[in-house]
């Protein structure tokens, strides 16, 4: 046993413990037991920020990728008006585009404070556009499928590591 | 995760089938509604246990459940009003359910059951049910609202209603989650959809003259 603790503050997270508890309230540090139960508690502890940090990289990745969804949509679009046939298709094209880019946009921004909702509503978007747009025209769906598959990687990705993050959030008791 | 992802891609499989047939006729719109309220009831029923709270009513009010029938009803008047005046203006072309049902000697009634009651039942079971149950395991309050919103505009397959539908599906996340029922949302979603129906198939402007 390693002597008590004299400070009224836990040696790995650093929040205050009463001298009567065995485990730290905030992160269940072993207040009270051995030397190796404690440098143990620490090191899984210092694995799992690492992990969160990680975690943290690949929705920040997410994110970024909703933000090149929004600029693939948007050279499209200026594709699609150059060589529009007609007004009517000119502005439906646009109107359609329009609401996307905004979508995407306000996707990556929320992405910020609200990810699992931001990636969720990414990702469904997105699929959905190729796959409207492979029932309009199939061979839209063969058209840049390695910059679709890096994307849909990326937001999958980012989506899992929100999850994984939210619930190491909650072991370490940290928001 | 996984099963709400599951759940969500027959949902989108159902939707877009029904988008992409060339013409939609009764049978295949019976087909595709038969498909995901067996998908919904199935869903919500593996999780019975958690999912069946909110299939109760706690602290009903008959003031705020006519409170709300009420507004319901003058927003909907008002969004039915503006879908038209787009369509009509903005994109040249007018839009009813009513085409879809009228050959049919009950059409009028057919209407009603599939525009107005089975969303108001199962899209509700679906998304303020089931879909919003499971999430509240892995996500706060708010962003269960705000997915399940998104997910349910989604399956509209209609960007045009996002003014209208996104803040309907928030405000019935919003009353899910306050009232702990789903009940309110049916009601709600059934007056409104009976709403546009009856507009569809008669003009305000008949009706008033039809009443006084």
Redesign the interface.
Known sequence: MTENQTNSLCNCCARPFNFNDIFCNSCGYPLNGTEQEQKNHISNRAIKEIDLVEFKQSIEKARTSLYWIAAIIGLSAIFEAVTAESEEILFASLVVNVILIGAFLAFAVIGKTKPTTALIAGLSVYVIIILLNAILEPSTLVRGIIFKVIIIGYLVKGLKAVLEADKLKKELNIN | ?LEVGLF?IIE?FCC?TA??IDEPSLKNLFVIDVIMAIATILFFGYRWKENKTILKWPAFSLIKLLTFIGITIIASIGVSYSVDFLNRV??EKQMGFYSIFAFHQYGTYLMFLSVALYPAIFEELAYRGYLMQTLLK??DE??AI??SS??FF?IH?S??S?FWLLPFALFLGWLRIKTKTIWYGVFIHFFFNLTACVLDIAPLSDIIKLLF
Do not use: G, P
């Open positions: 995760m969500f989108i877009a988008l992409i903005v994109f892995v996500v708010k962003e705000y997915i998104i997910l989604i397959f960007l045009v996002v």
